[in-house]
């Protein structure tokens, strides 16, 4: 063997060393842990981890009709547009889903001290305000009860699905957290968790708010079939009672990866539900956004044991007499 040759071969062979080092020392990406622990620090968008800090942002009909009054807010109306059209609040704005962010950004909204997004119940814009924040968007909110609370005449969602037909079948008997597991895979293709963030954003308002709930009828169906999370303090989750096997998780406190994040399956659809499904909704955002295959409950307990709630209880008393516009 000549020398030039030996020469080559040591080559190669450093080349093929240095080569496997490196990919050794350059492991794939974990794209889960470097977008939560983004949005958990006070290096995310809002400046701070929302989910355990303001997550729940809600403006009442009478709030609403306050900030009007000193045209302080910007209306986000998402309903579709022959909802919008047959009855809206003066001023607001109709765009699908996928188009509130865009339009924010491109609107000079700095009069405004709030910009409330509106839909029918409050659930669907509860889960988009929560999306929208974590870009963010550090002044957006939802209108609690959507619609329903503004004037009887589109009141008809929240009076059609209050029930109390399962109020027989909620327990005090207590299941405990599972053990800590892997986090969610997420496959974006992306390493910084700016661009993991932003396709991840676009999967998820693609989806919409449709992709993202449950009625109580498809869990009730097979329990089994769901890891269910009770999104309560605890002394509600035992003194009111809950879905037979539903898991404690407390808002703002458990849903973080010093907490009990890891304990949420990625082998099961996660079932989330609250009182009215708002604040379920704002966290099925988050979850789903990081990868987790969680559904909001609609409606809540009010769905399921009207009668028996103690706080968010929906009645008459939430609908105003605030005027209705109509597209002309």
Known sequence: MTKTKVWMLAILFISFFVVSC???????????????????????????????????????????????????????????????????????????????????DSEDLSDYS???????????????????????????????????????????AWNTNISNDKATFFTADVTEKGSEGDLPTLTTGFETAEEIFEARMDAVIAESFGAAAITNGDVYANLDNYYIINYWPNDEYLETGHIEGAIQ??????????AYLETLPTDKTIVVYC??????????????????????????????????????????????????????
């Open 275 to 328: 009182y009215t499904g708002q604040g379920s909704g704002n966290l099925v955002a988050y979850l789903r956004l990081v990868g987790y295959n969680a559904k909001s409950l609609k409606y809540g307990a009010n769905s399921m044991i009207h009668d028996e709630m103690t706080k968010s209880t929906w009645s008459s008393a939430h609908i105003k007499d605030y005027p209705l516009v109509l597209t002309k």
């Open 249 to 258: 998780y407390t808002p703002k406190q458990d849903i973080a990866l010093d």
């Open 22 to 104: 490196d990919k050794e020392d350059d492991p794939e990406v974990n794209e889960a842990v470097v977008i939560i622990e983004w949005l958990e620090s006070t290096d995310s968008p809002y400046g701070k981890y929302y989910v355990n800090t303001d997550m729940g942002s809600y403006k009442t009909a009478e709030q609403v009709h306050g900030l009007m009054a000193a045209d302080k807010v910007y209306l986000i109306d998402i309903r579709k547009k022959e909802d919008y059209d047959a009855g809206h609040i003066e001023g607001a704005v109709n765009l699908t889903e996928a188009q509130v962010s865009a339009h924010i």
């Open 114 to 156: 709030d910009i409330v997004i509106v839909c029918t119940s409050g659930q669907t814009a509860a889960w988009l305000t929560c999306l929208l924040a974590l870009e963010g968007h550090t002044k957006i909110s939802s209108l609690k009860w959507g619609m329903c609370s503004w004037n009887v005449q589109t009141s008809s």
